[in-house]
């Protein structure tokens, strides 16, 4: 069954003579469960397209819809709940909140929600991401793998259907890397979420099930890997 | 090479084209209240100096002399400091006859001209007033030539006759013919008055002799022709003129002199004086207020506290300046944090990072201080144009304050502006250049945690401890009261508790000074507003001319008639007032007299005790009042219909007695109510002539003498010994405790210290007192209303000369009522317009701090309210979270504000409380509710803007954005 259907999109940045194309008629499908990666060289419209899929930025025209349900038909601010529960989003320049430690990250969305927070599910996070003991640092007094892992618990902690990931591990190490993709691998598999994810890194595509190239804002190619 | 950090400095500055925009407008304004303070005290300063010389003269000392050589010395003494000396001589006295000593005092002086000495050295412009000022001319000219003589007013119309006079053995030495007038000849023997303890020293002027003067060296007399008529004034006493060069005409041929000078170059009237002092001469006076002005002396120098007030609005200045300024260089240093760690990686020294930073301050200040003077000097010009009439009335001078632009304010006030800024740039510009490029380069966000929020997160061990006990909320109050939008608001405050102080401490500036402004502004208007005076328009007091002629026409109701007649007749006037004052012996029931309040006011009063004791026997200040008059006041205290008949026989007696010293300021309320009637009093029979009704030094009422040994007041007869008869029984109408706003007088006209009893003419008249009273009577007063477009001036000049020749007033003063309040009007508009323009001014660089704080604070958290979003925050409590984070500032910044201004508050009522004892303290809550509204509205605005930049940013170029 297809969770993530893409229609058309198309998304145009300016007007007139300066107006560029960042994502030109584009249309997928992604399954449940499913682990798509996307790639394309700078300015081909990738984090473009997963800001659409993840109800952070509105297209120019074309659908996204979640479970058969048009993402944009919502208004901005139910748009901002289903950010918070329905989709993960996790960034490269992990985009934490200063001011709040670990735990208070990684919570955000479950408290923005008025929802309790799953004292089980925190607890095991914080042990498989690593970071008991850090409960109480601010992102500041983190390493950046530290940093990617707290957005990642951050993007779990709703248990959402789909986690977007925009090239997760580009400012990391290939150690920490490995690590990264191995969690989002992990949370794919066993919670049978769906996962989305933007990368440069070959080795990171050919663990994906499918791989979809984008060029000038279209898809070039899409592969189903395994 | 540097070139490239301008032209990096310049890009940075338009890129932030707002905030750049609102930091010139800052240092503009700061530079301009700078220019504007400096400008105002000097252009004050120079027309208190305009005044002084123009009034006085510009001597700075001046001594007597009996031998030229002793100006010679002062020559020699002063050497090349010495800058003008005018010489006047002073030719001897004449006595006058017994009989003219009646009138125009036992001798005429006569003094010479004084006439400037060449040969001295002129500082540039000090020429245009004179070194001694002649005297002014009433009549006639000034004496020219030898023989001419210019005779004080007193004289004009004087007849001075041959005889004896005053002064044993000596017969009079000045004779007119006929009553002097211009053109009259004057006989004068002139000799020498001294000293009789110190023979040498001579009393050059003055109509009156001293204990145990002598008088000697009289020459021949000498005819001369009198010119003129001249006002008599402090500095020459009650002198006749002559022309500098006539000739001595006392019997040795001597004469002495006064020399006045002016130096320059010394820092002191000390200097001035050991200059003197070495040329021989041991007693001399200084032209004090002048040498104030100069700065040349102190004291309680006027100018002394405009400099001090200076210094005070200028140290505001700057401290509100540095805090705008240097908020707004924090800023664009900490959004700029990743270029300069960029910078640094690339090469850049630190002293190139921090001279980007300074060459930031300097263009900044290349355009904004020039754009203040022009403000500054402007806004000066225009304030002191729009105060023109306040001026010329506190100056109680025709002089008006002209704009002084003087280099050196200028120069100053760029100086003081440039020293802002480097301040206020030096410590973002050391922080530039050690940000290192790793730093630069790792750094998420600006922040570190507090050492409080440290502690908070030390204490929580487990994940758990940062959320509340079921979960849905993270801990603490905020989250408990206001949900997530309170907390994040809540935390963030914690975190940047730094950078928040420097807008709380903005806030709090502003609403203390516009509360202080409006506080300040109060208590100047309850001071101009003690010039309370009545409803009348203007005054005309008739006073007569000894104690027992007064009343002329006998009859109380005649004489207001004929006032009041007169006075109607005047074109421009519409309404008229008469009233009769004098004295009277009175007795109540001692029920009616609050001992402790006579207690109180001998204590507290300058004057000693009240004219009532607390047997209830005292003397009355008596105002009669024409039937109109009498009639409106009754209306007015709502007294009955008899009452109000102008034919009963009743008083309304003032129950408020002023207890006011050199310090204090206070009422006491001598009555009690309980006496209804008063009894009116036949004067004491028998009195000696050293001694008077009066309140003895222990309060107590009676016949009263002066005990010579103690030099205190004492009781010679009591008085309930003195046999005094009733002459009438008057019924109390009313005790009132002011006069309200039917009177054509106010209560403080009337007397200070004895009971003020109200009563209609026509009833006293008809009465058995009428005698009584008649004698104690001492002048009428005419009050009255303008017609509405008649001129005040013109309209006194014309009640003056209506009521002149009504009967032989010994003297008449006219009193412009509407001019008066019209000068206190203006003076409260003067002050008024210099306190709110600097309020305004200094309310504008808080805005403007407030809002470089809060926008551009909101601004550099783009991307951390990006984050806030794509994790689900909506728009609503992104908004509450924005609200509640600038409710704490302008919460925090009104606290502190009205603790600062209360403060403020609290020192200016200790300070008035030393003039005023009976004011209240309290708090101006609608300064502080528009200090409130004034602060809501920039923190909204200063938001408003913020957000908007945030959202016109796309949320998704916010998540991407690698700039700090």
């Known amino acids: ?226 | 090479m540097s070139s490239v950090f301008v032209r990096y400095t310049l890009r940075s500055l338009a890129a932030n084209r707002v905030r750049t925009a609102v930091t010139v407008v800052g240092v503009a304004l700061a530079t301009g209240l700078l220019a504007a303070v400096l400008v105002s005290v000097t252009s004050l300063r120079a027309a208190l100096i305009a005044q002084s010389c123009a009034s006085g003269g510009v001597w700075q000392a001046g001594f007597t002399y009996e031998d030229p050589e002793t100006v010679d010395a002062l020559r020699a003494a002063t050497g090349e400091h010495l800058d003008r000396l005018a010489l006047r001589r002073d030719l001897g006295a004449a006595a006058l006859s017994a009989e003219s000593a009646e009138e125009s005092g036992t001798y005429l002086g006569v003094l010479s001209l004084p006439e400037e000495q060449a040969g001295t050295a002129r500082s540039a412009g000090d020429d245009q007033y004179s070194l001694i000022p002649d005297p002014t001319v009433a009549e006639g000219r000034l004496p020219e030539r030898a023989g001419e003589i210019a005779l004080p007013t007193y004289l004009q119309g004087a007849e001075l006759t041959a005889g004896p006079s005053q002064i044993a053995g000596v017969e009079a030495g000045a004779v007119s013919e006929g009553p002097l007038e211009v053109g009259s000849v004057v006989t004068l023997a002139l000799g020498q008055r001294h000293d009789g303890m110190d023979p040498a020293h001579r009393w050059h002027s003055g109509a009156s002799p001293m204990d145990g003067e002598t008088f000697s060296d009289v020459g021949e007399p000498r005819a001369y022709t009198v010119v003129g008529f001249v006002e008599t004034d402090y500095e020459t006493g009650n002198a006749a003129f002559v022309c500098y060069d006539e000739p001595t005409a006392t019997a040795s041929g001597k004469a002495a002199g006064t020399a006045y000078f002016s130096t320059t170059g010394y820092a002191s009237a000390g200097q001035i004086g050991d200059a003197i002092i070495s040329a021989g001469v041991d007693s001399w006076s200084y032209n004090t207020t002048l040498l104030i002005y100069q700065g040349l002396d102190r004291g309680r120098a006027i100018i002394d506290s405009l400099a001090q007030i200076a210094a005070v609005l200028a140290v505001v200045i700057m401290v509100a300046a540095v805090s705008l300024i240097s908020g707004a260089f924090t800023i664009s240093i900490s959004e700029r944090t990743r270029q300069f760690g960029l910078l640094s990686s690339l090469g850049a020294s630190r002293r190139q990072l921090r001279r980007t930073v300074l060459a930031e301050a300097a263009i900044l200040g290349l355009v904004g201080i020039p754009l203040g003077l022009a403000l500054g000097v402007g806004g000066a010009a225009v304030a002191f144009a729009v105060t023109a009439d306040g001026w010329t009335a506190m100056l109680r001078e025709t002089t008006s304050v002209s704009l002084v632009v003087a280099p050196a304010d200028l120069a100053l006030a760029i100086g003081l502006s440039a020293v802002t800024l480097l301040a206020s740039a030096l410590a973002p510009a050391l922080r530039a250049s050690r940000v290192s490029a790793v730093d630069a380069i790792r750094s998420s966000a600006d922040v570190r945690p507090s050492r409080r929020l440290r502690r908070v997160f030390a204490r929580r061990r487990t994940a758990l401890d940062d959320l509340s006990a079921d979960r849905r909320r993270p801990r603490g109050l905020a989250a408990r009261l206001g949900g997530m939008p309170a907390f994040l608001a809540r935390r963030t405050l914690a975190v940047s508790a730094g950078k928040q102080r420097v807008s709380v401490i903005a806030l709090a500036v502003s609403v203390a000074l516009l509360v202080t402004a409006g506080l300040v502004s109060d208590y100047l208007h309850g001071a101009t507003g003690y010039i309370d005076t009545g409803t009348a328009d203007l005054r005309v007091n008739l006073f007569a001319e000894t104690d027992d002629d007064y009343l002329p026409f006998g009859d109380l109701v005649a004489q207001t008639n004929t006032l009041a007649g007169r006075a109607e007749q005047v074109a421009g006037v519409s309404e008229t007032s008469v009233t009769s004052q004098g004295s009277v012996a009175f007795r109540l029931d001692a029920a009616g007299v609050d001992a402790d309040a006579l207690e109180t006011f001998m204590q507290e009063s300058p004057y000693g005790a009240y004219y009532l004791d607390a047997a209830g026997y005292g003397s009355a200040h008596l105002v009669l009042l024409d039937d109109a008059t009498w009639h409106a006041l009754a209306e007015s205290l709502g007294l009955s219909d008899a009452e109000k008949d102008p034919a009963t026989l009743s008083c309304v007696v003032l129950n408020a007695a002023n207890v006011s010293n050199d310090e204090t300021y206070g009422t006491v309320r001598p009555f009690t109510g309980a006496a209804d009637t008063i009894e009116l009093l036949a004067n004491p029979e028998n009195r000696a002539s050293d001694q008077w009704l009066g309140p003895a030094g222990d309060g107590t009422f009676g016949l009263v003498t002066m005990d010579d040994d103690t030099m205190e007041t004492v009781v010679a007869v009591p008085a309930d010994e003195l046999g005094m008869a009733a002459v009438a029984q008057v019924h109390v109408a009313a005790y009132a405790e002011g006069l309200g706003d039917a009177a054509p007088f106010s209560a403080d006209d009337l007397g200070a210290n004895a009971p003020n009893v109200i009563m209609p003419a026509r009833a006293v008249a008809a009465s058995g007192a009428a005698e009584t009273v008649r004698q104690g009577m001492s002048s009428s007063t005419v009050y009255a209303t303008l017609a509405p477009g008649a001129d005040d001036a013109e309209t006194l000049d014309a009640l003056e000369e209506a009521l002149e020749d009504v009967a032989d007033y010994g003297s008449l003063g006219t009193y412009n009522l509407v001019e008066l309040a019209r000068q206190s009007r203006a003076m409260e508009l003067t002050v008024n317009v210099f306190l709110y323009c600097f309020v305004a001014i200094t309310l504008a660089i808080s805005v403007a701090n407030v809002f470089n704080t809060i926008a551009s604070g909101l601004m550099l958290r783009t991307r951390e309210f990006a984050a806030l979003q794509s994790a689900g925050m909506g728009r609503r409590g992104f908004r509450r979270m924005i609200v509640a984070e600038c409710s704490d500032v302008a919460v925090k910044g009104l606290v502190g504000g009205v603790v600062l201004a209360t403060l403020v508050n609290y020192a200016l009522f200790q300070a008035m409380s030393a003039s005023i004892s009976t004011l209240v303290l309290e708090m101006p809550w609608g300064h502080v509710a528009l200090a409130f509204a004034v602060v809501v509205a920039v923190l909204a605005l200063s938001a408003g803007y913020a957000l908007r930049r945030t959202h016109a940013m796309n949320l998704v170029d916010a998540l991407r954005s690698d700039v700090m």
Do not use: W
Request: glycine share 10%; hydrophobic share 40%; net charge negative.
């Open chain 1, 1 to 226: 069954m297809d969770i993530l259907q893409i229609e058309h999109l198309t998304k145009t940045y300016g007007s007139g003579d300066t107006a560029v194309r960042a994502l030109d008629d584009v249309s997928f499908s992604v399954g449940a469960g499913e682990f798509v990666a996307i790639i394309g060289s700078s300015g081909s419209g990738k984090s473009t397209l997963l800001h659409m899929m993840g109800g952070v930025d509105r297209p120019t025209s074309g659908t996204v819809r979640l479970n058969g349900e048009d993402v944009f038909k919502r208004t901005d601010e139910q748009l901002a709940v289903f950010r918070r529960r329905e989709v993960g989003l996790v960034y490269q320049f992990y985009n934490l909140v200063p001011v709040l430690d670990v735990v208070e990250n990684m919570c955000l969305p479950v408290l923005m929600d008025g929802r309790a927070v799953n004292e089980r599910r925190l607890t095991n996070m914080l042990h498989v991401l690593g970071l008991e003991g850090r409960e109480h640092h601010l992102p500041n007094q983190l390493s950046g793998g530290q940093q990617q892992r707290v957005a990642i618990g951050r993007a779990l902690m709703n248990a959402p259907a789909v986690v977007l990931a925009d090239e997760p591990t580009g400012n990391l190490d290939s150690r920490n890397s490995a690590e990264i993709m191995r969690l989002l691998r992990k949370s794919n598999k066993e919670l049978g979420q769906t996962l989305v994810v933007i990368t440069h890194d070959e080795d990171i595509a050919l663990t994906a099930d499918r791989v979809i190239a984008l060029e000038d804002g279209r898809i070039a190619s899409d592969t189903r890997v395994r």
